[in-house]
């Protein structure tokens, strides 16, 4: 649960801030230096209640935040920043 909150947080940022900043693909969002800067930050402070609430390891968080943006920035994956991020709309419906 808490590895899909972190996901989903950032999916859900950097969907949002990928179409404000009118980028076409997730990895054209998080490549932009602002929006990784704010989308890491996200990651980070929301991370840091499950290090402090439930005692996550916080250089295995910090290695799993690198993890998944890393993947955000596979050239070989053409995800549209409309596609991504859905998972939260639906949950919170």
Same mark, same amino acid.
């Given at each position: 649960?808490?590895?899909? =909150?972190?996901?989903?947080? $950032?999916?859900?940022?950097? =969907? !949002? $801030?990928? &179409? &404000?900043?009118?980028? &076409?693909?997730?990895?054209?969002? !998080?490549?932009?230096?602002?929006? =990784?800067?704010?989308?890491? +930050?996200?990651?980070?402070?929301? +991370?840091?209640?499950?290090?402090? =609430?439930? +005692? ?8 799993? !935040?690198?993890? !998944? ?7 070989? $994956?053409?995800?549209?920043v409309e596609r991504v991020g859905h998972a939260g709309v639906l949950i919170a419906q």
């Amino acid at each position: 649960e808490s590895g899909f =909150r972190i996901y989903t947080t $950032l999916t859900d940022s950097t =969907r !949002i $801030l990928g &179409q &404000q900043a009118r980028h &076409q693909t997730i990895r054209d969002a !998080i490549l932009d230096t602002e929006v =990784r800067a704010v989308v890491r +930050g996200a990651m980070e402070e929301s +991370g840091s209640v499950l290090i402090k =609430r439930y +005692g996550f390891d916080a250089e295995k968080h910090a290695a799993y !935040i690198n993890k !998944i943006l890393s993947r955000f920035e596979n050239p070989y $994956l053409h995800d549209d920043v409309e596609r991504v991020g859905h998972a939260g709309v639906l949950i919170a419906q």
